[in-house]
Structure formats: structure tokens, C-alpha cells
């Protein structure tokens, strides 16, 4: 009997063979494009990435396309292994077909390692702060020595910068890949199976904008260290209308596929701040978001009781409007949100800020239900998995879990859009304006999402000023009927 690592899409790596040599199966499920409405740039990276991975690998893989999963697993006569998959929903699959779990892969702490964390606490909070400052002192990341390197854990308040008064960073653009002919193939086959009705799906056909094969994301790897690493930091939290890339890595998707090991990354941004080439406050803020956040997320999501992914503690029961979930930008006047949707019908991508501070901010100011907004993250974005949508939608952006990862809800007004943006200039409303025709979306919006939550947001102490500065709206009232009008139109 042969034995085989059974490979997930998102498990297509080195790291995920225990020797370059392992026999592999890697199955293509039709059943995953069905049951949802993917971007179609996702379906394309996702099916191109794995058809990358069986090329590589040659003799070595058995590449099925399969309607389930279950079908082939059922009827193969090899012994299966998989690396912990990614979902509840994966693990469920793999322990039903009896197939051997050995632990999951592709992140810098282990399951282990984060117990061990968590009991360390004992009754204190969890915080993402001293939960990063473990791992770069395990992981010895930017450290000299017992210090962490330029003497402070933490440059958050160099990296808070509002955007530059130009309309674009001024850096090089990202580099893109060259398609080759499996995308070709990937194409045709996902133009025949929307044709034949089989599958649908959201935002537009594009070029190929994320690596696929791990060449590919190693090219990317250095490619951002050199060009655009100095200056991810300043900017990190800003917006440019004209420059939706800005100075981030676009390596979620490559990193969540597993073809780049978080810790590589890392090691290689650590040597060019060595180098003397990236100045630390950037090298640490992307450090902090790698091993920091994207592993911090990665435990919640397990460590937290499967229930979490349906908490909705603000009691938000609106449905999602279709012009949101199908990014119909065209019929939306407020600019932040039109040019958002916009960038993710092109590219199944914006960055971190467009994602919590218009999406989300927005979803959450109507009241939409947390559950449906983490899943059309789920099939917007070409990085979206259900182990990072679940705690960055649910906890980060929705405050649907009641303050798990984040001690406020993440509620701005236009005024913030304008100051971290360059949109507001250039937008039929006016983000000073909360009542009448002018009134901008987002600034009414954060005070009737305000007065409507007053009661489960009283004992928060973080957000006491803005519930008194409520108190003292004389337009209140107006304010209330306005947005009840408003309803779930597009603004
Ligand atoms: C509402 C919401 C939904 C999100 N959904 C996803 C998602 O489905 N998949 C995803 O990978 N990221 C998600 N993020 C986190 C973040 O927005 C993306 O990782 C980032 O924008 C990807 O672009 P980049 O690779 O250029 O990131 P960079 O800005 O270059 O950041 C570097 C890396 O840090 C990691 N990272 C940073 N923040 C987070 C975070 N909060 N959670 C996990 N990893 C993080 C990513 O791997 C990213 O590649 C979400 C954030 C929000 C607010
Ligand atoms: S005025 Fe309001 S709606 Fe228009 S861009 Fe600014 S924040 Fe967005």
C-alpha cells in the first residue's frame, strides 16, 4: 500500500511534505465552487495554484477532479495523511474518512506552543500585544540580544500615519506574474462551467495578480522586501484613492495557500532591516501583522468554542443588500465605498484599512447580520479562508463577539475616512454633514449605529466620550428618521 499526504489547496508548500520525495494526492472538488459564489479570480488562483502544485510534482501526484472530496478517499487503496486542515468543517471531513491527522503546518506558533501561552495568563485577557511579543522573543525575530531590536516592541505610533498629500505613494507598482498555459486552461474550464450553469460567480475576470506557485512567491517575497518593505510602515493605515497597493505585501494569498512559511518570511524582512536597506518601524509593523496577527487569528479561531463563528452580541439582524454582496459600485454616490467595491470586483483584493474601515464600518453601522458578512468576505477575497474571515469579521470588525479581539467596536465616522483618506474631496457628501441631503453615509451612520447599541455599549469604557458627545446631538431626532429611511439603500 502506497502512503500519501493528501494535499489541500491551502496546503500546496514544501513544508506540508515531512520529504521532498512523499507520494501526494491533491483533489479538485467541483462540490467547493457550488455551494458558494466565489470571485472568480479566487476560483482561478485557487485551481491554478493547485494545478501549479501537481506540475511540479509530477509522477509524485495523483491530481483528481472529482465532484467530492469523500468520493476519491473512499475508493483510494493508498494509506492517506493530511496535515490538520484549516476549518472545523475540513477537520469534521478528514476524522469521518478515517484518514491520519498529523499537526497543522504553515504557521510560526504551534497549537502547543499557544496553550502554553494562553495557560501563562492564567485570568488575564488575551492580547494580541503580549501574544506577539512571545513569539519574537521564541521566534527570536528583530531581537538583539534579551531587546527587541531599536529598543521599543512596538512603532504603532510611527505607523499611524494619515496618507501623503500626492495621489500615490510613489513607489514601484507590485510585480505581477506572468499567466502561463495552466491559467489558460483554468480560464476555459471556468468559462465552461459558468456556461453550463454549473457554477456562478462574483467580480470580474482579471489578469492574474497573485502568486500561484512558490517561484512565484518567493519572487514576490523579494520583490516587496526590496521595493516596497521602507516604506509599508508610515502608510500602513492609509488610503490612496489612485494607488489601491500602496506599500503592502499582496502575500496573504500566497501565504494562505501554504507556498511561503510565515518564518521565512519573516527571516527575510529581518535580514534587509540588517542590511541597513528597511528602517525598523517598517520592518516591525509587518513582523507584527505576520507573526503577530495572522497566527493570533489562527489560534482564536480554534481555541475559541465552534459557537464563536455565529455570536452576534449587538443583536444585528439586516440582511445584506445585493447591491453590496454584488458589488454594484456603479450605484453607489458615496465615494470610499463605490471605489471599494470597484477595486474588489477588479481584483478580489483591497487592503487591511479598506476592509475594517469601509466594509466592515459600514456592514456593522446598518446592522447587517455578522454571519452573512463573514461569509461574502469568505467568497470576496482571493485570501479569504474560514479560519481568518471567522475572528477578523465576527471579533475584529463586526464586535460581534463582545470584545474577544478587540476592546471597541471599530466605528468611524466620515471624519476619520477623511483624515486616514483622500476620498472625501472628491465625494458628493460631506463628511462634517450628518443630517440632509449632504449628510455623509458614514457620519450619520456611526451616530444612529451609536444610539441604537447605547445600552450594550454603556460599560465600555473606551467608548464613554462618543456615548456623551451623543447625549449632546440637538438633530437627534431627525438624525434617527433620516437613517431609518435610508434603510439598506446604497448611499
Ligand atoms: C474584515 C477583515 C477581513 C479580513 N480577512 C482576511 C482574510 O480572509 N484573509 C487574510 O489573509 N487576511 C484577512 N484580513 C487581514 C488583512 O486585511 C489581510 O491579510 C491583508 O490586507 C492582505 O494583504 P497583504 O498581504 O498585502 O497584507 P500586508 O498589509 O502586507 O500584511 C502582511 C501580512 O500580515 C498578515 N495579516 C495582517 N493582518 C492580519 C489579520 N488581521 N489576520 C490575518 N492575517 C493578517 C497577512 O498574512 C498579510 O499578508 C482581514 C481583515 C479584515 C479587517
Ligand atoms: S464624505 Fe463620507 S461617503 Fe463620501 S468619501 Fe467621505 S466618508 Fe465616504
Not at 69 to 79: I, K, N, S
Not at 203 to 231: C, I, M, W, Y
Not at 262 to 285: F, K, L, Q
Not at 467 to 472: A, N, P, Y
Request: net charge negative.
Amino acid at each position: 500500500m502506497t502512503e500519501r499526504r493528501w494535499l489541500f489547496g491551502d496546503q500546496l508548500g514544501p513544508h506540508f511534505l515531512d520529504h521532498p520525495d512523499d507520494a501526494v494526492l491533491l483533489i479538485e472538488s467541483r462540490a467547493v465552487f457550488r455551494r458558494r459564489r466565489f470571485h472568480r479570480q479566487k476560483a482561478h488562483l485557487v485551481l491554478s495554484a493547485m494545478r501549479h502544485r501537481a506540475a511540479e510534482l509530477g509522477e509524485r501526484c495523483r491530481y483528481v477532479r472529482a465532484d467530492t472530496y469523500g468520493e476519491v478517499v473512499r475508493r483510494t487503496r493508498d494509506r492517506l495523511t493530511v496535515c490538520r486542515p484549516t476549518s472545523h468543517a475540513a477537520l469534521d471531513l478528514v476524522r469521518s474518512l478515517d484518514v491520519e491527522v498529523t499537526p497543522a503546518r504553515g504557521f510560526a506558533t504551534s497549537s502547543a506552543e499557544f496553550a502554553a501561552w494562553v495557560e501563562g495568563r492564567g485570568k488575564r485577557r488575551l492580547l494580541l500585544e503580549d501574544f506577539y511579543r512571545d513569539a519574537r522573543r521564541r521566534l527570536d525575530v528583530l531581537m538583539d540580544g534579551s531587546e527587541p531590536a531599536g529598543g521599543t516592541w512596538n512603532f504603532d505610533h510611527e505607523n499611524r500615519e494619515p496618507p501623503p498629500r500626492q495621489p500615490t505613494l510613489g513607489v514601484d507598482e507590485p510585480w505581477w506574474p506572468t499567466e502561463d498555459e495552466i491559467d489558460d486552461e483554468v480560464r476555459h474550464d471556468l468559462d465552461r462551467w459558468e456556461r453550463d450553469g454549473d457554477v456562478s460567480f462574483i467580480g470580474k475576470d482579471g489578469p492574474r495578480r497573485f502568486a500561484a506557485s512558490r517561484d512565484e512567491a518567493l519572487h514576490a517575497v523579494r520583490d516587496f522586501a526590496q521595493n516596497r518593505l521602507p516604506t509599508f510602515g508610515a502608510y500602513e493605515d492609509a488610503i490612496l484613492r489612485a494607488d489601491p497597493w500602496m506599500s503592502h505585501s499582496l502575500l496573504s494569498a500566497p501565504l494562505n495557500f501554504g507556498l511561503l512559511d510565515p518564518v521565512e518570511v519573516v527571516h527575510r524582512v529581518e535580514e534587509a532591516y540588517r542590511a541597513g536597506d528597511v528602517p525598523i518601524a517598517s520592518a516591525e509593523g509587518f513582523v507584527r501583522q505576520l507573526i503577530g496577527w495572522r497566527d493570533y487569528v489562527w489560534h482564536l479561531y480554534w481555541q475559541q468554542p465552534r459557537s464563536y463563528r455565529r455570536r452576534n452580541e449587538l443583536g444585528a439582524r439586516g440582511t445584506l443588500p445585493a447591491w453590496f454582496a454584488d458589488l454594484d459600485h456603479e450605484h453607489v454616490d458615496a465615494a470610499c465605498l463605490s471605489d471599494t467595491l470597484r477595486n474588489i470586483e477588479r481584483n478580489g483584493w483591497v487592503h487591511h484599512i479598506p476592509r475594517l474601515m469601509v466594509l466592515g464600518n459600514y456592514a456593522m453601522q446598518r446592522g447587517w447580520r455578522p454571519s452573512q458578512v463573514t461569509d461574502w468576505f469568505h467568497r470576496a477575497f482571493v485570501d479569504g479562508y474560514d479560519w481568518v474571515m471567522v475572528p477578523n469579521v465576527v471579533g475584529m470588525s463586526q464586535y460581534a463577539d463582545g470584545g474577544v479581539m478587540a476592546t471597541k467596536p471599530y466605528a468611524g465616522g466620515g471624519a476619520y475616512i477623511d483624515r486616514m483618506s483622500d476620498y472625501c474631496g472628491g465625494c458628493r457628501y460631506d463628511p462634517k454633514v450628518r443630517v440632509g441631503d449632504d449628510a455623509c453615509p458614514f457620519t450619520a451612520g456611526y451616530w444612529a449605529f451609536l444610539d441604537r447599541n447605547r445600552d450594550a455599549l454603556q460599560g465600555n469604557q473606551r467608548i464613554a466620550q462618543p456615548l456623551r458627545g451623543l447625549d449632546r446631538l440637538k438633530d437627534l431626532d431627525e438624525l434617527r428618521v433620516q437613517e431609518r429611511e435610508r434603510g439598506s439603500r446604497a448611499p
